[in-house]
């Protein structure tokens, strides 16, 4: 457990650079929200901002073990006494870290603006707890597609995966939500406006983090008999 | 007998490749046993395997064939990893303070404080990085990257220290220095597999060596055994012409190089001239002589898969 913590607050150490610059942006932008406040804006930043999120946590994880690989640093990790499982959900862990940061942030200042214009805030907390388990979600599955495929094939494996059920809906087929939370996720931040959750929700939430596990323990399975150095040109 | 530190069991490794149609053996039934307690010498021309043959006994990569075991465990055997060392070629590191950067190595070898941080001051002090502990790796010159690459091996006072190009990036005073940390590792019943390309360092310290050449070990020995030969004599004698011998005259004395087939005969030309053989000594090659022949003897790097 210690291993893993190490490596996922090294992780998201080294994306100092992705984080602040989300967070300014973040913040940024929420002040020019607030100065023409209304509450169709105030919708408008959360949903957008939610997708952001969730793309930003698969745009963290993707390139997380290719740039170790490349840089060499993984073989003073590796060398250690660490398991190849711990590795992975090391840089999972990393990749939740930093999509929790900025759920948290987006659910502050989305709560900010609300109690500043004085629009009820019904359904945001569930709405961002959801969201961060669909960041894990995504995260953990751009990582297992980025195990064994090159940064730009993983990014379309893994929207393919995430995304299955809207490339299918133009031939009539509707894959229950609960199969696919990411893609269920982004249909709610679609049309979200600020109502009590249903119960629909929780079942997303449920099959979000068992599915992470299953993408971890696949991610892991695949890595642990993987070289992890690059063979001489 | 004691168990092996490492050994190697008849591992061969193929790098496939994806697009291009010839495969490379970077080793080929490679066998190699590291005794407790020795320095060893790991020596190959560039692309002969050696980093290869480091990484899978750390488990970095796998053997297509074969077997293999490090501290009686087999390869990639991730709690064993907690008793080795290990320093790669060309270090890489995080963008973090060199103390940090040592205490976070040790930490993921299971180390904990007040032992970590003790350790890891010991280090920084024992590779004179106090001075620089707080700042960046990150901006660190070769030589001082190398020196906390150094430390971070040793932080978990490992019982195997595998050490790739250690001391590349040092100058002359850094080499002594490490030099002198393998000798007091050797001292403490420590095992170091050392692969350099610093012929004059091996030569000194170590007990043992293995030259590899293209993916196979190509000799393996003591440094007396592998340097001394039986091909070539040197005679030495007086009272005789130079010339008739074609020696060359030292103090007195002639020289003369001759191979182990005519070394009787030489030595009964000496007397029938009248003159005196006052000693008969076996030609000792230089490391770099040996590692040269056997390198341009075979070809160097790695072999290619024949069709």
Redesign the interface.
């Known amino acids: 457990m ?2 893993i913590v ?2 996922g607050a ?1 992780f998201f ?2 994306q100092w650079l992705v984080i602040s610059i989300m967070a300014v942006y973040l913040i940024g932008i929420s002040g020019v929200f607030g100065l023409h406040e209304q509450h169709t804006e105030v919708v408008f930043f959360l949903r957008m901002h939610g997708g952001y999120v969730l793309f930003l946590s698969i745009l963290v994880a993707i390139p997380a073990i290719e740039a170790e690989r490349k ?3 993984i ?9 190849r499982w711990q590795y992975i959900a090391g840089l999972l862990w990393g990749c939740m870290m930093i999509s929790g940061l900025f759920c948290l942030l987006l659910g502050g200042i989305t709560a900010l603006l609300c109690q500043q214009g004085n629009y009820p805030n019904d359904g945001l907390l569930p709405l961002i707890i959801v969201l961060f388990l669909t960041c894990s979600l995504a995260a953990a599955v751009g990582l297992f597609c980025s195990i064994f495929l090159h940064p730009l094939l993983a990014m379309g494996a893994t929207g393919a995966i995430l995304l299955f059920p809207m490339m299918t809906e133009s031939a009539g087929f509707y894959p229950p939500a609960e199969a696919f939370p990411v893609a269920a996720m982004a249909g709610i931040l679609r049309i979200f406006q600020f109502r009590s959750a249903g119960s629909a929700i929780w079942s997303i939430a449920v099959s979000a983090v068992l599915q992470t596990v299953v993408f971890l323990l696949l991610g892991s399975a695949i890595f642990g ?1 993987r ?3 690059i ?2 040109e | 007998m004691l168990a092996a530190a490492l050994e190697f069991n008849n591992i061969t490794k193929l ?1 496939r490749s994806f697009f291009r149609s010839e495969n ?1 053996y ?1 080793l080929q039934d490679f066998s190699l046993r590291v005794e407790r307690g020795e320095i060893f010498g790991f020596l190959g021309p560039n ?1 002969a395997g050696k980093t ?1 043959a480091i ?1 899978l006994a ?5 053997p297509t064939t074969g077997s293999g075991r490090v501290l009686e465990h087999p390869f990639g055997h ?7 060392g ?1 320093l ?1 070629e ?7 303070p060199a103390a940090k950067l040592v205490s ?2 040790g ?4 180390m904990k404080n007040p032992q970590l941080r003790q350790r890891t001051i010991e280090m920084l002090k024992d590779f004179e990085l106090s001075e620089v502990a707080r700042r960046n790796a990150g901006k660190f010159s070769r030589g001082m990257l190398q020196r906390t ?1 150094l430390a ?1 091996a040793l932080v978990n006072d490992p019982e195997l220290l595998i050490l790739d190009e250690p001391t590349s990036a040092l100058d002359p005073l850094g080499r002594v220095q490490v030099r002198e940390i393998l000798l007091r590792a050797r001292e403490a019943g420590k095992t170091v597999f050392l692969s350099s390309h610093m012929l004059s360092e091996v030569e000194q310290i170590c007990d043992r060596l293995a030259i590899v050449i293209r993916g196979r070990v190509a000799r393996v020995g003591t440094i007396s055994e592998l340097l001394e030969t039986q091909e070539r004599f040197v005679i030495t004698a007086k009272g005789i012409d130079a010339l008739m011998f074609e020696g060359s005259q030292q103090n007195g004395f002639i020289k003369i190089t001759v191979p182990a087939i005519r070394q009787r005969s030489v030595i009964e030309q000496i007397w029938l001239a009248g003159g005196e053989v006052i000693a008969i000594n076996p030609i000792r090659r230089t490391l770099e002589d040996l590692f040269v022949e056997l390198a341009q003897g075979n070809g160097g790097g ?1 072999k290619k898969e024949e069709a």
Do not use: C, E, W
Not at chain 1, 75 to 83: D, F, R
Not at chain 2, 90 to 96: D, G, I, L, S, T
């Open positions: 210690r291993a190490l490596i090294n150490r080294t840089s060499r640093r073989l003073a990790v590796l060398s250690k006494g660490i398991h008999r070289d992890v150095t063979s001489p | 790098y490379v970077a692309g290869t990484h750390l488990g970095l990569m796998f991730a709690p064993t990893r907690r008793r080795i290990f790669a060309n270090v890489a590191f995080y963008h973090r976070f190595y930490a993921l070898n299971g690459g971070q790695h």
